[in-house]
């Protein structure tokens, strides 16, 4: 395969250029993507009694997440401005132990447009663990965001994508 056909980005001269989708047609998209957050007990602890000094970590985290989705385009070079028809983040606990916790982020974007919705999707999720940092580093920098990745989508010429090992990080 020649580098022209896995990298749309390059034109032919190697120059970069937003590909054009312009006569591709109009399919409903949907893509999930996660992250988790890794941190201590105590810190998880805190953020569920809200007692993280910045607030409700959780769903300001989420709001950061969904107003990331539609910024995309701005944060991503080359990537479409998409119209989003629905875009929901969650963050739920994964895993709690004596000394560690883990929080899972999922984020889910819908759209009918020509090109997909996965990075809006991956920086809805990164977005909202990096928030979810922010919000409670005063109390724990040792926190780590891992995995963050596609889990899922489907529309377009490419069809559908599960990911079969999602829904937990190898090592929580």
Same mark, same amino acid.
């Given at each position: 395969?020649?580098?022209?056909?896995?990298?749309?980005?390059?034109?032919?001269?190697?120059?970069?250029?937003?590909?054009?989708?312009?006569?591709?047609?109009?399919?409903?998209?949907?893509?999930?993507?996660?992250?988790?957050?890794?941190?201590?007990?105590?810190?998880?602890? *805190?953020? =569920?009694?809200? %007692?993280?000094?910045? +607030?409700?970590? #959780?769903?300001?985290?989420?709001? !950061?997440?969904?107003? @990331?989705?539609?910024?995309?385009?701005?944060?991503?070079?080359?990537?479409?401005?998409?119209?989003?028809?629905?875009?929901?983040?969650?963050?739920?606990?994964?895993?709690?132990?004596?000394?560690?916790?883990?929080?899972?982020?999922? *984020?889910? =974007?819908?759209? %009918?447009?020509?090109? +997909?919705?996965? #990075?809006?999707?991956?920086?809805? !999720?990164?977005?909202? @663990?990096?928030?979810?940092?922010?919000?409670?580093?005063?109390?724990?920098?040792?926190?780590?965001?891992?995995?963050?990745?596609?889990?899922?989508?489907?529309?377009?010429?490419?069809?559908?994508?599960?990911?079969?090992?999602?829904?937990?990080?190898?090592?929580?």
């Amino acid at each position: 395969m020649e580098s022209q056909d896995v990298f749309h980005h390059f034109s032919s001269d190697g120059r970069p250029h937003m590909v054009d989708v312009s006569a591709k047609p109009v399919t409903s998209r949907t893509a999930i993507a996660e992250a988790y957050i890794h941190m201590a007990r105590a810190t998880r602890d *805190a953020i =569920v009694h809200q %007692a993280i000094a910045k +607030g409700d970590v #959780m769903k300001v985290a989420e709001i !950061a997440g969904i107003m @990331a989705a539609k910024r995309t385009s701005d944060l991503v070079p080359l990537c479409h401005p998409v119209p989003l028809h629905h875009v929901a983040v969650r963050i739920e606990e994964h895993a709690v132990e004596a000394e560690e916790a883990v929080f899972r982020v999922t *984020a889910e =974007v819908r759209t %009918a447009h020509q090109t +997909g919705v996965e #990075m809006e999707a991956l920086t809805a !999720a990164s977005v909202a @663990a990096l928030t979810v940092y922010d919000m409670c580093k005063k109390a724990d920098r040792g926190m780590t965001i891992s995995q963050v990745r596609l889990v899922f989508k489907d529309g377009g010429a490419s069809g559908r994508y599960e990911r079969v090992d999602a829904g937990g990080p190898a090592d929580a």
